[in-house]
Structure formats: C-alpha cells, structure tokens
C-alpha cells in the first residue's frame, strides 16, 4: 500500500526517486485512477496518484509507485496547475498526465502545465464535453438526441410547456453542478421542483438545460470506449451497460463488450468532426419510442468502466501513454469481455428481492476464488485478490462515517 503524502512530502518523495521512463500523473485517485493506474502499471508504467484527500482507493493499490495531495481544481485552478508544474519538475521525465473526473480533464485544458505531457487535444475538449456545444454538433450532424432547451436561451416555461412533465435538467458542465446539488442529472415531476433545480443552478453558477425524460429500453444502454490517436485513427470497442445501480440513471455496474455498428460510427462522426483525439467514452441510449440509440453524452476522459476495454485488449490508457511518448504498444482485441462493479452489483441484488442475478455460477467462482484475475472474460472495478489493497480502502469509507465525494 502506498502512502497518501502531502504535497510537500510528495514533491520530496519524487525529487529523491528515479524513474526509468516517463510516470504517468493520474488524477483524481479513486476507481477510475485506479483502472488507468493498473492499465498502465501492467506496462511497467509507473504511476503517481494525485487528488485532493486520501480517502480514494487507488493510492491502496500496488500499480501505485507514489501518492499524495494536489490543490483541487475547482478551489483553485491557478494553484493546482501550479502544483502539477512543481511536481513535473521533481522527476527526471517529462511526466503524462491523465485528468480522470471533467474537472481534472479541463483544469489540465484550460491552462495545461509546463513540463506535461497530455494524451488529448486540449484546445477542442470542451467543445466536446460541454452538452451545450455537444447537442449543437450532434444536430448539425444528424446524430439523435433528446429533445432539449438550452435553459440560457429558452424561457424555463416554454421549455416545460413543450417537453411536459416529469423532466430532466442537466447541467452543461456536470462536476460543478454535482458539486453545487448532489448529483449530475436531476428528474422533476412539477413546476416547483423544476424551479428549484433551475435556481439551485443558478447558485451555482451552472448552465443547465431542460431535456425530455427519454422511455429508455432498460439494459440497452450502449457507449463508445475509444482512444483517438493525434492523427485521427480510432481504437475502442462498444460497452452495454446492461445493470446499472440504482436503475434508470445510475452509474454501471455491469458492462458487457459488444458488437453495435450504429454506436460506434455515430461516435467516430461526433468526435472527428471535433477534431477531438485522446480518451473518450461517447454514451447512447436506446430510446423505446423512437426505436433507435440516441446521444446522451461523450466524456472526453477516462471513466469508471474503462478496465472493461482493457479487459477485451484494447488498453486506452496504455495507448494514450505510448503515443505520448513516442513508442508503440500492441493491443490483442477486441475480446469478449464483461465488468463488474460488485459494490453496487451486491447492493441491488439484496434490495431488489425480484432482481434477475445475470452472473453465471461459474463467474460468482471465479469472482470469489480470484481466478478471473488469469485473463478472458471476466474483470472488475476494485476488488482483486492479488491487489487487496484498493478493496480494502473502499470497505473503509463504504462502511465508516466518511463518504469518498466522488463515486468514480
């Protein structure tokens, strides 16, 4: 287990190691940092964890070379750009830096670091993040999407009058807004919740928009796991969220790989005509009435479920990793593959006594007995046998008064 350090411990930490190739800088550290860490750890990469506390999982983990604190973006971006740049600094290559939450990603955009190295084009990242500029391209573009009020040039009443209730109202920006009310997609059943949102947003300083509540076909949820090199070329496979917990809009907890054509060329359209390259993970939904996938968003980052591309030899984060530093690196894939967040995958099944377990007796023994760990199908978010520490880390804060403020 690696210990959380300060930032002036961790910047003596680095000052008196030595690497052998460049380290990767990953933030924030909790379980997508874990994923990219152990992606890129399998690599030989070594990987420094960076977030504001120490309570996520990966500084607990063994793919982990070094952790410790940096000035959290959204306090101060001028101080933690200032904290990376010392940092950079300290070690004797120029480090690659992955931002794994929208406000890490931008904060590295918006003014990127002297001395960093980044693994994605930061002056078309927010064209692409931001749902305003999103939902404008995908129109233009014929790419479907909810039918939606940009709240800033729509009267908030006119907006429900077309689209009726119950609605939903998202932010344009999503971590500012999840920060400011608790969560990044809000439904609202009347007037009265609706103005609440939309002044709760105001607050905060957030645009928000008013969106139809899609009938969603549950289980069909696809999105585009994709690294884009500089030059334009494509790497990814298509993810189905098939569980997500809780329903309807919540994160995933079981992904499976699948063939979706539609999916993806929708995707590769959306983020060449960007001229977006890097990570990114481009999410549809299958809407019932329509009957066909519809746009919801594109995280221009790593995300929780990127370990399910990893699993299926495509491993993003080691293909960003590679084109930043001028090498190569040999992807197998795409395999068949299936993710499985257990945290949430156990809570479902022991609140929902009418849930359908969609795990085979044979991937509950290989979950239990750390034979998925060999390889093939089956990965997951957190828990590994032979990396306990991550586990462990993640028990101490699922049952204890301290509440990680980010679940990904």
């Known amino acids: 287990m690696t210990e959380f350090r300060s930032f002036e411990e961790l910047l003596t930490t680095l000052q008196d190691r030595e690497f052998a190739r460049p380290p990767a800088f990953v933030a924030n550290a909790h379980v997508t940092g874990l994923s990219v860490a152990r992606a890129l750890a399998a690599h030989d990469v070594p990987v420094i964890a960076l977030d504001r506390s120490g309570d996520g999982v990966a500084p607990a983990s063994d793919a ?29 290559h120029e480090p690659v830096a992955f931002g794994c939450m929208d406000e890490w990603a931008l904060a590295l955009a918006d003014d990127p670091p002297a001395g960093v190295r980044l693994t994605f084009a930061a002056d078309v990242v927010d064209t692409v993040l931001d749902k305003y500029e999103l939902y404008r391209r995908a129109d233009r573009l014929d790419v479907p999407f909810p039918e939606t009020y940009f709240l800033e040039e729509t009267d908030p009443t006119t907006a429900a009058d077309a689209l009726g209730f119950p609605l939903v109202v998202k932010p344009a920006r999503k971590r500012r807004f999840e920060e400011a009310v608790g969560t990044n997609v809000l439904e609202v059943d009347d007037e009265e919740e609706f103005a609440e949102a939309v002044a709760a947003a105001e607050e905060a300083g957030v645009r928000v928009m008013a969106q139809e509540k899609v009938r969603r076909a549950t289980g069909e949820d696809h999105s585009f796991a994709s690294y884009i090199s500089p030059d334009g070329e494509p790497l990814g496979v298509v993810g189905n969220a098939r569980i997500r917990y809780p329903t309807g809009y919540g994160t995933s907890c079981v992904v499976d790989r699948v063939e979706e054509p539609t ?42 479920w990127i370990g399910l591309a990893v699993a299926a030899g495509i491993n993003l984060p080691m293909a960003a990793y590679a084109d930043a530093i001028g090498t190569e690196v040999v992807h197998t894939g795409p ?18 006594p009418g849930f359908d377990d969609v795990l085979s007796d044979g991937e509950w023994a290989a979950l239990l007995s750390g034979e998925f760990e060999a390889g093939g199908w089956l990965t997951t978010g957190v828990y590994r046998l032979s990396d ?21």
């Open 388 to 408: 306990p520490g991550p586990a462990r880390a993640l028990l101490a804060t699922e049952f204890a008064d301290r509440d990680y403020y980010c679940a990904c």
């Open 64 to 92: 982990v070379v070094a952790a410790g604190e940096v000035t959290y973006p959204l306090a101060d971006a001028d101080e933690f750009r200032a904290d990376i740049e010392r940092l950079a600094a300290a070690v004797d």
């Open 263 to 304: 999916v993806r060329e929708r995707a590769e359209r959306l983020l060449a005509d960007a001229g977006y390259y890097g990570i990114s993970e481009s999410e549809f939904l299958y809407d019932a009435d329509r009957e066909e996938f519809v746009l919801l968003d594109v995280n221009t980052r790593p995300w929780k």
């Open 335 to 352: 395999l068949d593959a299936r993710w499985v967040y257990l945290p949430d995958y156990l809570r479902l099944n022991f609140e929902d």
